[in-house]
């Protein structure tokens, strides 16, 4: 079992960033690819951005590409999404999950733990 906490998620206005943390705790959080999604009403989760287990491979969605960037410290057992240049259409639940497969995935099914989310809200 791995048990994800995120935070740092709150209102900001557009053009702002904030930074959002994935606290990890239970089994090794280095034999996990971990992965940020989000999701807005009436919309389906999405992957935002995923980072391969040692920090060499790394994802991000054309949607957030350029603005947002996926960070993990194995040491802290924790992952970072750094986001600048945000828009109102950045305004979801953001979750954090972690995916034991060593193929990658972008895929919601495929990630084995989740978080319980932080909402963003970015107004105009």
């Known amino acids: 079992q791995v048990q994800l906490v995120e935070s740092g998620g709150g209102l900001v206005q557009a053009g702002g960033s904030l930074r959002l943390s994935c606290a990890a705790s239970?089994?090794?959080?280095?034999?996990?690819?971990m992965g940020w999604f989000r999701q807005a009403p009436g919309k389906e989760r999405e992957c935002v951005a995923r980072?391969?287990?040692?920090?060499?491979?790394?994802y991000y969605s054309d949607s957030v590409k350029g603005r947002f960037t996926i960070s993990r410290d194995n040491a802290k057992n924790t992952v970072y999404l750094q986001m600048n240049s945000l828009n109102p259409e950045d305004t979801a639940v953001y979750y954090c999950?972690?995916?034991?497969?060593?193929?990658?995935?972008?895929?919601?099914?495929?990630?084995?733990?989740w978080g319980q989310g932080t909402q963003v809200t970015v107004s105009s």
């Open positions: 999950a972690a995916d034991r497969s060593p193929r990658p995935s972008i895929m919601p099914q495929r990630y084995d733990y």
């Open positions: 239970g089994r090794t959080f280095s034999n996990y690819a």
């Open positions: 980072i391969s287990w040692d920090s060499s491979n790394t």
